[in-house]
């Protein structure tokens, strides 16, 4: 008999030893090296991806293509963030917190598929046959081109997704599949690495398109090797508190589309539905004649959004001064503040700051800038900013006032609510026109606190 070989895998990064170590060196996690056999040194001719179909290499006009084909999910959102649809043959990895909505997202669009007359399999490991048709019904799913199925068993999955030739094959998740080839537990990274590589295989072979559900860590990141999300086509993560109404999907990698499109969700009785104006949606119950609260014109993609910044300063009660950020980078706002602190003369050590980006979303853009000293400023103050202004800008190291892009789409959004005024870059300025907006160009930082006092 040949002797079994083994090896170290870090669950968490995938890397490889041949001896235990309590610390990866790859990654810094603790205790995260397990034991696996390894079948590639065995010998072993057992291999989940093997079936015997093999291609020759071909020139491109050897190649027939029909086109950007893609299956609507006639969800307006999330065929935002997918670029149109699922296109046929491709995979997506969709992650995110427990109990955001990813399954329930998931079967509102097969319904939506199957009364389009495409054919769907769906795959639970997590749920039994009876879960699925109570789930089923409560998000009324009646179309009878959707098939369900329980079960974890890679090499059974593969043989009937060939029988069954569905279009569509979701699978929910993929840490729950698990081949008896590979002697790990299901959810380990040789598992994860091994059946992705596999359904991929005959997703491309066969042009099958499938969604696979992804668990995540503590962290935030899908749980698994890094390899995981350079194999799929497209990586969508699920955002957003579960005790909040609202919910956004958000891409990370897409070769079919844009990666900076966002898409927003609402959590209703009847499931998720989108949301048409994510503009309003940010600024309700906005408070009015306040200190500290802002409306700064961001870019998602290719839509412009409007979102309420808060900023709150007190004296602080201890010797080191406490500093949080919420939706939005925390290093920026400790820059922004030694700015303040350099540009203005502004003594910030005293106090408490807090930055808040209101409705749960996440905005990691440049034109925050100058809406974050506005806020601090502000509360710092006690006076109030305007509330048919909304301010925008990037803030340099020197306390200068950058240009930034696509203003004219900002502006726009802004009108349609009733802003009445904006503070822009002064760069921005040159050909910019938008009737019934008074613009208040800037170059630095004291020019814009100053229209504000």
Not at 39 to 58: D, F
Not at 420 to 447: F, H, T, W, Y
Request: with cysteine; glycine share 10%.
């Amino acid at each position: 008999m040949a002797k079994k070989k083994s090896i170290f895998v870090c669950q968490n990064c995938g890397y490889e030893s041949p001896k235990w170590m309590g610390k990866c060196p790859e990654c810094d996690q603790w205790n995260t090296m397990v034991e696996e056999l390894d079948l590639a040194r065995m010998g072993s001719k057992e291999n989940t991806r093997e079936r015997g179909v093999y291609s020759r290499p071909k020139s491109l006009a050897e190649i027939t293509y029909t086109g950007d084909t893609r299956y609507p999910t006639l969800n307006e959102e999330f065929d935002r963030v997918l670029g149109g649809g699922i296109v046929p043959g491709g995979m997506i990895l969709l992650g995110g917190d427990p109990g955001i909505g990813k399954s329930t997202l998931l079967l509102q669009t097969t319904e939506a598929l199957g009364n389009q007359g495409y054919k769907i399999l769906y795959i639970s490991g997590e749920e039994s046959e009876q879960q699925l048709k109570m789930r089923g019904e409560r998000m009324h799913v009646k179309s009878e081109n959707i098939s369900f199925l329980s079960e974890i068993n890679i090499p059974y999955l593969l043989t009937i997704i060939l029988e069954e030739r569905p279009d569509i094959v979701i699978i929910d998740s993929i840490q729950t599949m698990y081949s008896p080839d590979i002697t790990s537990a299901p959810g380990s990274v040789s598992q994860i690495r091994e059946n992705t590589g596999a359904l991929m295989q005959l997703a491309k072979k066969d042009n099958i398109s499938m969604v696979l559900v992804g668990h995540v860590t503590k962290d935030g990141a899908i749980a698994g090797p890094r390899v995981l999300e350079h194999i799929v086509d497209t990586v969508l993560y699920f955002e957003g508190e579960k005790y909040h109404a609202y919910r956004v999907l958000r891409g990370v990698k897409n070769r079919f589309g844009s990666t900076n499109e966002i898409g927003i969700f609402e959590m209703t009785e009847n499931g998720l539905e989108s949301v048409a104006n994510p503009s309003e949606m940010m600024l309700d119950s906005r408070p009015k004649n306040t200190c500290g609260s802002v409306v700064v014109p961001c870019i998602e993609g290719t839509r412009p959004l409007l979102i309420e910044l808060q900023g709150l300063v007190s004296p602080t009660g201890f010797g080191n001064p406490r500093r949080m950020a919420t939706g939005m980078d925390y290093n920026r706002m400790v820059l922004l503040m030694a700015i303040m602190e350099k540009r203005l003369g502004i003594q910030m050590q005293s106090v408490d700051a807090y930055i808040n980006v209101v409705g749960g979303i996440k905005v990691d853009e440049p034109a925050l800038d100058l809406g974050v000293i506005a806020v601090l400023y502000s509360s710092l103050r006690d006076f109030q900013i305007p509330g048919d202004l909304m301010i925008l800008g990037e803030v340099g190291l020197t306390g200068e006032v950058r240009n930034i892009q696509h203003i004219e789409k900002r502006l726009i959004e802004g009108k349609k609510l009733g802003f009445k005024r904006c503070i822009i870059p002064k760069g921005n300025q040159k050909g910019l026109k938008v009737a019934g907006m008074e613009i208040l160009p800037v170059d630095n930082i004291r020019s814009a606190l100053d229209i504000l006092m």
